[in-house]
């Protein structure tokens, strides 16, 4: 029996796997039919709601009531709703004597349709009911009346938040008995089904097997989703419901969300290689004709590597600053003095002629405010005051790489909107697909492909955070907020998200387009005047944005013939950045006495002794080594196989150090062979500028190089072929990495 199940079910989801719904060309409602439905205000659930209709021409059959009223039916949390049989009631005095008009219920802010009004109405004649109700196999709210409810195939127990049926029959339900507007709805329509008499009468009936609506409580499992042009289908009972409903507690109305990033047409993942979006372009608004005010507000709750980037790429995002307000939220005393040098560069600096509509830096001293729910509250809050169209809530653990992040989160016009941020390499995001009923992070199954950008949409999702984009008008419905007793002060982004998701405020993350990543934050250390230079293993995307040279990349698609060579078998090509070459030499001239002598002797070397002695530092004295030998396999060596050829790099390296050369000191190197097989040589400082004279000559081939950009590195054979001096400075200080790899 098991096995004849199995292909019985596997049957029917080959047949529906071959369905496909198409959008009508134009309004396909029919003149004999209305939709009914109850909604106080026009939020996202409710716009939910009705694109899904407005998608299968049904929206002009469309009557809401209760619009911008306030709301009597009491908390639909707890029994309640009674308010919508009395709003019905009255809407249907006018229709009540149609008698070929059909007319449908359902609840909005938790429903979708998921096909047109032809196959609805096809498949209610079929019944031969006069009215239909929606069954689920839960008893709301009167569990007492389970032994009066009839037998029937299916769900057996009534759900009222769809209904389709007669006007005529309609009328009668309706006027069945008084209730009071807090009086349960759902009990309302049950006692009406559980009076036999009624029943026959006017020949009510349960959709048991679920032809016309879905109920998705407890029974997510039953539902093959089809995907693509396919319908959602009930495997259970072999149908194709028309109507998708997310009833019961806050997980369903979440699996509902999820469902609705899929249906109706709205993403299809069977599509091309990263799915087809049909809605990314629906509802987007054009901000840079009149540019939105926008208040963007930056939180360092702790200390942050690569902070000066965070700060720098946010002055640089494209928006006109007389339509920015700025705020700077800084909770970390050793970030102080870093952050007022860079804000007096970018915002103070007389060279900036355009300036912010207004700005402000606070500093640990300055924040009154130490809880964090309250702090993101008041930041939040700023918007209302300076009467901004939108708020931007930024963390420094994000790393920003494209400068139009603000203009394309609001061009999708959403309540609140991020961009999906992830820790390259890894699975951590800024927005979760699922939430357990703590609110806390649940894996969906669709979040690894979303993570890993398999599937690119823009995804209604239960939280977001790091970066947050929030429309005005939200803030100031106080439908939104930080302040929630629910949850520890610390998990502030967690409280945020389950305010909006109980105000039925969607949050969307839209991962269509890359524009940065997270950072890994812990175990950030405080030993260096440069800490970002050892973050190399913890966070290497960051590391390579900040310090590998912005042309490396180039290089690599070059041939040997292609690459800069000054000398025979010496090639140039640019590897760091000059902030790099900056923070290596600021970092040794911080530490006293740290560079050696210059003398034979040398206690750092095995042996004791150096046949060439440079006035340097080698990298072991920094613990700097293993992060060299990174550099080196991941960055050098690359190079090294394009330009000698049949050659692979061990990714090893005998000394790597940074040697000084100055006036007062060492000016110059005598000829030598380097005991390696192959050497670089980093330029750290500014020919010309910093320094007059030195270079390298290579005395077999005759040939000096001695204007090399800060940043570019020499390779070229170690031993044996290459004998080379360093040739005397006349002015300044000269610094250069050097490493001898390969021994």
Not at 655 to 673: A, C, E, I, N, T
């Amino acid at each position: 029996m098991a096995f004849k199940l199995t292909i019985c079910c596997l049957i029917v989801e080959l047949a529906f796997s071959l369905i496909e719904v198409h959008p009508p060309d134009q309004d396909s409602s029919p003149k004999n039919f209305i939709i009914f439905t109850v909604a106080s205000e026009n939020n996202d659930a409710y716009q939910r709601y009705v694109r899904s209709l407005r998608h299968f021409g049904m929206d002009n059959s469309l009557i809401t009531l209760g619009m911008n009223q306030e709301w009597k039916g009491g908390d639909m949390r707890k029994a309640g709703g009674g308010y919508k049989v009395n709003l019905l009631k009255e809407a249907m005095k006018e229709y009540k004597d149609e008698q070929d008009l059909i007319v449908m219920f359902t609840d909005s802010y938790d429903v979708i349709f998921l096909t047109d009004i032809n196959e609805i109405l096809d498949k209610f004649y079929k019944t031969g009911a006069n009215f239909v109700i929606s069954a689920e196999d839960w008893i709301w709210p009167d569990r007492s009346l389970k032994s009066q409810y009839p037998k029937i195939e299916g769900k057996q127990y009534l759900c009222s938040g769809l209904m389709i049926g007669y006007a005529e029959t309609f009328w009668e339900i309706l006027n069945y008995k008084e209730i009071s507007n807090t009086y349960d709805d759902q009990l309302y329509y049950t006692h009406v089904y559980l009076d036999s008499d009624f029943r026959t009468k006017h020949k009510l009936q349960l959709d048991g097997t679920t032809e016309l609506f879905h109920n998705l409580h407890g029974t997510l499992e039953e539902l093959n989703m089809g995907y693509g042009n396919q319908r959602i289908s009930n495997l259970k009972y072999g149908t194709m419901p028309a109507v998708l409903h997310g009833n019961g507690p806050m997980h369903v109305k979440l699996d509902l969300n999820r469902i609705s990033n899929y249906y109706p047409h709205v993403f299809n993942p069977t599509a091309g290689e990263f799915g087809e979006c049909y809605t990314c372009n629906e509802d987007r608004i054009d901000v840079t004709e009149n540019p939105p005010v926008i208040l963007t507000n930056l939180y360092v709750k702790e200390r942050t590597p690569f902070i000066d980037y965070f700060i720098n790429k946010t002055f640089e995002l494209n928006h006109p600053r007389s339509r920015w307000h700025l705020r700077i939220y800084n909770l970390a005393p050793s970030h102080t003095s870093h952050l007022q040098e860079l804000i007096n560069f970018h915002v103070y600096d007389d060279n900036n002629s355009e300036k912010f509509a207004s700005f402000e830096l606070f500093q640990p001293e300055d924040i009154q405010v130490k809880e964090l729910q309250a702090l993101y509250e008041y930041g939040m809050g700023e918007c209302t005051k300076v009467k901004c169209d939108w708020y931007f809530g930024l963390d420094s653990e994000i790393t920003i790489t494209d400068n139009d992040v603000l203009s394309d989160l609001m061009s999708y016009n959403k309540s609140v909107i991020t961009t999906q941020l992830t820790i390259p390499g890894q699975y951590w995001s800024n927005f979760w697909g699922g939430v357990n009923s703590d609110g806390f992070y649940k894996r969906s199954d669709d979040y690894f492909d979303m993570v890993l950008r398999k599937r690119r949409s823009v995804f209604n999702v239960p939280y977001v955070s790091s970066l947050v984009a929030i429309r005005s008008d939200v803030i100031q419905s106080k439908k939104v907020a930080y302040l929630n007793e629910r949850f520890s002060d610390s998990n502030y982004d967690v409280a945020f998200a389950d305010n909006a998701r109980r105000n039925n405020v969607f949050m969307y993350v839209v991962n269509t387009k890359q524009h940065g990543h997270l950072k890994k934050m812990e175990n950030y250390t405080a030993l260096h005047t440069n800490n970002d230079l050892w973050q190399i293993f913890v966070n290497p995307t960051d590391w390579k944005l900040n310090y590998i040279h912005k042309d490396y990349s180039k290089f690599l698609e070059f041939k040997r013939y292609q690459f800069p060579s000054p000398c025979p078998d010496v090639f140039m090509f640019p590897l760091v950045t000059e902030k790099f070459a900056w923070h290596i030499v600021h970092e040794l001239e911080s530490i006293p006495n740290i560079f050696s002598s210059g003398q034979n002797q040398d206690t750092r070397l095995a042996g004791g002794y150096e046949n060439v002695p440079t006035v340097d530092v080698h990298f072991t004295q920094i613990n700097f080594q293993q992060e060299w030998l990174k550099v080196l396999k991941d960055y050098i060596a690359p190079m090294q196989r394009l330009v000698f050829e049949g050659y692979s790099s061990k990714n090893d390296a005998y000394l790597s150090f940074v040697v000084k050369y100055d006036m007062r000191g060492q000016r110059k190197l005598v000829p030598h062979h380097d005991a390696a097989t192959f050497t670089t040589n980093t330029a750290l400082n500014r020919v010309g500028i910093d320094f007059e004279g030195g270079g390298s000559f290579f005395i077999r081939q005759n040939c000096l190089v001695g204007d090399a950009p800060v940043g570019w590195t020499l390779i070229h054979p170690g031993r044996l072929t290459h004998y080379h001096e360093g040739r005397e400075i006349s002015r300044g200080t000269r610094y250069i990495l050097v490493s001898f790899n390969d021994p």
